[in-house]
């Protein structure tokens, strides 16, 4: 079977070491191979994140590119997706937050279902202009990256052992079991670090922040997330990353 490969552009630090987790988890790891890099201006830098890629048995290997910015990913797909499909690649995913400067001055600081839509259709309208659209899957995490995170609600406890579902919802007022953090919070990183505040520790999007959560995550957190019909734009970014 030929070797698939996959482009993946992201936002931020953050995203790269949340997807590069993702993958293996939803993904047989012997199957998969991937390497990371930072854009700098034009130039592309290997970061060190590679995974298997010696791997001979590898089915699909990912390329993640971290662009530095929410507002040039999908310039910056624009701007290599016709000279990376030439090149044999099969797939470019694109994902940023939606939370963004425009988006909280067009929504007044709430979670908008027109803005959001409206900002979807601008997307799909931009990347039907480009060379091979069927190719290119856009993505928005909503509001953020740490929105998952709220879902993933066994997560926090496996942090510490404190913040247990029943713990945050006596001192928070919400049960993270069953909203729906995609319909429920606005800015969704300051929600985490309330939860952090619970037991005297911090969240500042660091990136020893990120590896600590990051490294936490199991399979069994992907479905706490997904099941129900609870974040549904989560459910389609995970498929997408599946072989």
Known sequence: MPLQ?????LEGQGELIFIRKLLVLLNDPAKVSFECFELYGSLEQKVPYAYGMTNPYAEIYFKIINVGNDERVLTAIGEREEKLLKSG??????????????YRKRSKNVIDDNVTQETLKLVTTIIANMSNPDKI?????????ETWW??????FARIDDRLTVSFIKEKLGYNLS?????????????EIEKIFKLVDTSYKKHFDDVESITSKIKSSD??????????????KFCDDLKI
């Open 137 to 145: 899957n856009f993505h928005f995490a909503i509001m953020e990256l």
């Open 222 to 235: 992907i479905c706490d997330a997904t099941n129900y019909h609870r974040c549904d734009y989560f459910k």
């Open 89 to 102: 690649v099969d797939k470019i995913i694109g994902l940023r937050d939606m939370y963004s400067k425009a």
């Open 5 to 9: 490969k996959v482009v993946i552009f």
């Open 178 to 190: 069953k909203i729906d953090p995609e319909i429920t919070f606005f800015h969704p990183s300051l």
């Open 150 to 155: 709220l879902s993933m609600y066994n997560l």
